[in-house]
């Protein structure tokens, strides 16, 4: 762990000097972070690096935008609580993966090297290094970032080198042959006979000669165009003959054709996508059982909201009333109001379940995250409903796609349901959630 750090460390602090032109010392750090650094996280210890080392690194590498800060800030606590087994640490690239899919950094959607990116290359690389982890060449949009931090000169004077294999590209070649068959356009078939007269006589013939070749194939070409725009004209001419009855009637069944042809209603991505919900992290104040159903608690939960949801939930057959007490869960807040057993229920609390459903629990969103957040799932991050029209069975068409994978991190087609202190998961692994 120490030796992560001082890599960390040393990392940053090159990244600090080549932004401000000046060495970042161990005494430049902030009163008291040196000394009680022990048991601190590496996103902390990054943090106060960059805040000691002032403007311009500070500002740049913290976040230049609000939005930005705020996505530093989230991933620099996933860097500090970077650990645990096996199992944990490949699920967990997974979902660095994931992120990384559509993005070139991990906060930000430009270019831009942040903190961010500095805290979690220190953890990864110490991560591949070490447990020489045997499926990374299945993560790719991964592999592409660590190959584009380690790039850059201050990582490569702290970190080795992971050689990282990239995809070739052989670009298609299309034969002259091929290019001169019949269908194709007189544009296409200049394009073909000047890089065939190009090929002939760039082996035998001068520049100029080379110039006057490819003015002889243009005029060619020119000619060409000029016979074809002839005899289009010539064939539009004939298609007249019909006189304006002809037309009009033409373009009536057109117009018939064009009704018959319409293309079938997609379905508005308000009704299907993932974005529609809006799920908070909430806490369990109170829970009893539901006076009409023995399968079923009554919950009231703080979502921030100032004053607690009741929601039923039919979680009883798995849990103890103590069980689900002070517990954090994700409720859906904005399913409409309606009463279960005639107990009035304004929210669901969203839960894992395995294939045959005799193991069912509430998805736990991580330790850190607060009270009333959003829970988001990246790039999904519009606005969600007030209300989910029962009618449009918004809920039911996205359900299916609502999943935990191999690790318990819950997801939305395969991309991870993301709070500010990190994923949520449970320990139901390959589980549906409902």
Not at 217 to 234: G, P
Not at 301 to 325: C, H, N, W, Y
Request: proline share 6%.
């Amino acid at each position: 762990m120490a030796a992560k750090q001082e890599k960390a460390r040393k990392l940053i602090a090159l990244f600090c000097k080549r932004i401000n032109s000046t060495e970042v010392s161990q005494e430049s750090l902030p009163l008291g972070v040196v000394v009680e650094e022990e048991g601190k996280g590496l996103g902390f210890i990054c943090r106060c690096i960059v805040e000691a080392a002032g403007s311009p690194a500070a500002d740049q590498l913290l976040g230049t935008t609000p939005e930005m800060q705020a996505e530093v800030s989230q991933w620099l606590s996933f860097a500090s609580s970077f650990s645990g087994n096996k199992l944990n640490i490949d699920g967990r690239l997974k979902l660095l993966n994931v992120h990384l899919e559509n993005r070139s950094v991990f906060a930000g959607r430009g270019l831009e090297i942040s903190v961010a990116d500095l805290s979690m290359f220190a953890v990864v690389h110490d991560i591949v290094t070490e447990e020489s982890f045997p499926e990374l060449v299945k993560l790719p949009h991964l592999l592409r970032w660590i190959d584009y931090i380690q790039s850059k000169d201050e990582a490569a004077k702290v970190y080795p080198h992971i050689p990282v294999e990239k995809a070739k590209f052989d670009p298609p070649r299309s034969s002259p042959a091929a290019t001169a068959s019949k269908g194709t356009s007189v544009l296409a078939i200049s394009s073909s006979v000047r890089s065939q007269t190009t090929t002939t006589v760039s082996d035998t013939a001068s520049s100029s000669e080379l110039k006057a070749e490819a003015t002889n194939v243009e005029v060619e070409v020119s000619k060409a165009v000029e016979v074809s725009v002839k005899n289009d004209k010539k064939a539009a001419a004939a298609t007249t003959v019909g006189g304006a009855q002809g037309d009009e009637a033409a373009a009536q069944e057109s117009s018939k054709k064009v009704k018959k042809e319409k293309p079938p209603a997609q379905k508005k991505e308000s009704d299907t996508s993932v974005s529609v919900l809006d799920i908070r992290v909430g806490l369990i104040n109170k829970v009893w059982k539901h006076p009409g159903a023995d399968a079923l608690y009554v919950e009231e939960i703080d979502i921030g909201e100032g004053s607690a949801r009741q929601v039923v939930s039919g979680l009883a057959k798995f849990l103890t009333p103590e069980q689900m007490l002070n517990r954090k869960v994700l409720v859906l807040r904005n399913v409409k109001p309606g009463k279960v057993r005639d107990v009035l229920s304004s929210g669901l609390v969203l839960c894992a379940s395995n294939s045959d459903h005799s193991q069912c629990e509430p998805v736990l969103p991580p330790e850190g995250s607060k009270i009333g957040e959003r829970v988001t799932v990246p790039g999904y991050e519009g606005s969600p409903e007030e209300v989910l029209n029962p009618k449009k069975k918004q809920f039911e068409k996205i359900q299916p796609d609502l999943t935990t994978d191999d690790s318990g991190i819950a997801n939305y087609q395969g991309k991870p349901f993301m709070t500010s202190a990190g994923p949520c998961r449970s320990s139901i692994l390959n589980g549906t959630i409902k």
